[in-house]
Structures are given as structure tokens and as C-alpha cells.
């Protein structure tokens, strides 16, 4: 009665995986039992580590029987053009007197272009993306694989009356292959707005390496 149980599973569909050719589909969910008197909490930091206390959307300890998730993903792979999408929606069944039962999402767009002409991997086994192998390997005469990337998420973590915030962020970075084993990122993440929550109106930004 007291431990948590959870139960997931996802289901991926790929039509098109050729080399340099991908297209996927996937949906996924599971259903937590988070047992006798075990908070729920739902936090996020902006993909980003700017401090000790950089969590800027934050529920708090829920109190519910169940936690539903369900998710919906999407990629597809053009020679160096990569775009993939995520949402996820979730339910809270909450079992405190009172308090109604509360519904959060998210989700993200992602797209890359790789410049040296690479295309991203796609491993059907697992319905994954894996990092481009580079064409020309640096110290054998070539300079590595170079990847343009551009990112906006969504968190929305409020809801009747949890007020946890709404946050969009916006990223742009540049990854360097310069072998198949090791890879260099270079990010700069902006908060474009906090709705809600006790950090209502925070922007910040960060650069990293």
C-alpha cells in the first residue's frame, strides 16, 4: 500500500527508415500508483542549470490515487534536415477532499541542419535518433560533422487550482562531431516568459558549453 507502482509502455512506427530517410511515429503512456500518503510533484528546470534553486514551474506535493501519461511523438529525417515534435498530457486523480482533479502538458519542436551534409541515425530496433557519424574525422584530414539546431518548449503546470506556472523557452545551439565517440555543444537557452508561480515574469538566458 505504500510504494509506488507504475506501469508504461510505448509503441513506435516507422514506415520510411532508410539511410538518410526517416519517417516516425510514436505513442507512449504509462499509469503511476504513487500509494499511501506519497506526494505527487511536477518541476522543471529551463533546460538550463542557471543556480541551486532554477526550478521556475513547480506544482508542489500533490495528493492523488493515480497519475495518467500520454504522449505523442513525431520525426522525420531529409538527408541533413532533422525535425522531431513531442507532447505529453497528463492527468492527476487527486484523492484530496475538495480539490479537483488537474491536467498539465507539454511539448517541444526541435529541428537541425546539418552543414557538413551528415544525416542524423535512426535505429529502428529502439525508434531512436542517434548522432551523425562524420564524414571527414578530425586528425585524418577532416574537420567532423557540424550540426545547426534550433528548439521551443512548452510547460504548461497549472491548472484549476495549482498555480505552478507556464514557461516557454527558446534554444539555439551548434553541435561539432569531430570524431564518431565525442562530441562538443555550444547552447544559448532563453526564458521567453514565466506565466504563473512564484517566479512569474523571470526571462532569464544563459550561454553554455
Do not use: C
Not at 22 to 30: A, K, L, Q, T, Y
Not at 103 to 113: A, H, I, K, R, S
Not at 164 to 174: A, C, L, S
Amino acid at each position: 500500500d505504500n510504494s509506488p507502482l507504475a506501469v508504461g509502455g510505448r509503441l513506435t512506427l516507422s514506415p520510411v527508415h532508410t539511410e538518410g530517410r526517416v519517417w516516425h511515429v510514436g505513442f507512449g503512456g504509462n499509469v503511476v500508483y504513487p500509494g499511501n500518503d506519497n506526494p505527487i510533484r511536477f518541476r522543471a528546470r529551463p533546460e538550463m542549470r542557471v543556480g541551486v534553486d532554477d526550478r521556475l514551474i513547480d506544482t508542489g506535493d500533490l495528493f492523488g490515487d493515480n497519475v495518467n501519461r500520454y504522449g505523442f511523438e513525431a520525426a522525420g529525417v531529409y538527408g541533413p534536415l532533422t525535425v522531431q515534435g513531442e507532447y505529453d498530457f497528463v492527468h492527476v486523480n487527486r484523492d484530496e477532499p475538495g480539490r479537483p482533479d488537474v491536467d498539465f502538458n507539454g511539448w517541444y519542436v526541435l529541428g537541425t541542419w546539418i552543414l557538413t551534409g551528415e544525416s542524423r541515425i535512426y535505429e529502428f530496433e529502439r525508434g531512436i535518433l542517434k548522432n551523425p557519424k562524420p564524414k571527414g574525422v578530425v586528425g585524418k584530414g577532416g574537420i567532423g560533422a557540424w550540426e545547426l539546431a534550433l528548439r521551443y518548449s512548452n510547460l504548461d503546470l497549472s491548472d484549476e487550482d495549482i498555480d505552478g506556472g507556464e514557461e516557454d523557452n527558446f534554444t539555439v545551439g551548434i553541435n561539432w562531431f569531430p570524431t564518431p565517440i565525442f562530441k562538443l555543444m555550444a547552447n544559448y537557452v532563453r526564458v521567453l516568459d514565466v506565466d504563473g508561480g512564484g517566479n512569474s515574469g523571470a526571462e532569464p538566458d544563459a550561454f553554455e558549453i
